[in-house]
């Protein structure tokens, strides 16, 4: 069984402060990691994923996230907010990546100028 | 990068009537698809997965009579919401599988439905 837990349900960071999204998943197999980002009214747009090998994974708009497999967790960063970042962030979890996903309840990121 | 399309963008139905949501894969082919619902400020809960050529196995809880799936092509599948109430009102989004060796999972943009 997989499942996501998302600590935070709303984030507000200050204009170029350090963006932390927190998630925290459960597998009993190794598990595939995602982060997507959902803009009002629109679909997923994956931001990054780790599958295998290095656990620092860079992704798109400058944020990057590592997993940790002795926490179980894959917190998301990025070192300096965006008036644009703001959105609501999903972290998934699969068995692999065409498996279906398991989604955290999602954390709502405000960037205040 | 592949592509999933899904049409209409949004819909807005009576109560009663049934409405036909479309997810297509543009550039791949998708043995498998997934559909997932998201309620307003939510996250997206997987309704059922879509196999071609065979049928849609449902997550507990979701009514296989009322929202009818077909997979009849390999870039194409289809959900159906039969006699819809607006507690059916909700963004449905559907995922498909690369089935040509990659086995990577693409997401398309959503359908919102409002039943009225």
Redesign the interface.
């Known amino acids: 069984a997989q499942s996501v837990t998302q600590l935070g349900s709303h984030v507000s960071v200050s204009e170029g402060a350090l963006v932390l999204l927190r998630c925290n998943y459960s597998s009993s197999v190794p598990p595939y990691l995602f982060w997507?980002v959902q803009y009002p009214?629109?679909?997923?747009q994956?931001l990054l994923k780790y599958t295998t090998g290095a656990t620092l994974v860079k992704g798109i708009n400058g944020f990057e996230a590592e997993f940790k497999k002795s926490e179980t967790s894959f917190h998301l960063t990025k070192p300096s907010a965006h008036m644009s970042d703001a959105a609501e962030y999903?972290c998934a979890v699969?068995a692999?990546?065409?498996?279906?996903?398991?989604?955290?309840?999602?954390t709502s990121l405000t960037v205040i100028p | 990068g592949a592509v999933v399309s899904?049409h209409p963008s949004w819909v807005i139905c009576k109560s009663g009537t049934s409405v036909k949501i479309e997810c297509r894969s543009l550039d791949f082919q998708a043995t498998?698809m997934?559909w997932?619902r998201q309620f307003p400020k939510?996250?997206?809960?997987?309704m059922a997965?879509s196999n071609e050529g065979s049928k849609a196995t449902y997550e507990q809880g979701v009514e296989k009579d009322k929202f009818l799936i077909n997979h009849a092509s390999l870039t194409l599948s289809t959900l159906t919401v039969t006699s819809a109430h607006p507690e059916d009102s909700s963004?449905y989004?559907c995922?498909a599988?690369?089935s040509g060796g990659r086995?990577?999972?693409y997401?398309?943009?959503?359908t919102?439905l409002t039943v009225t």
Not at chain 2, 107 to 110: A, E, L, V
Request: charged letters at 10%.
């Open positions: 997507y009214n629109q679909g997923l994956l999903f699969s692999f990546t065409g498996n279906q996903f398991y989604f955290g309840t999602g | 899904q498998t997934f997932y939510q996250s997206l809960m997987l997965t963004f989004i995922s599988r690369d086995n990577e999972q997401f398309g943009p959503g919102r």
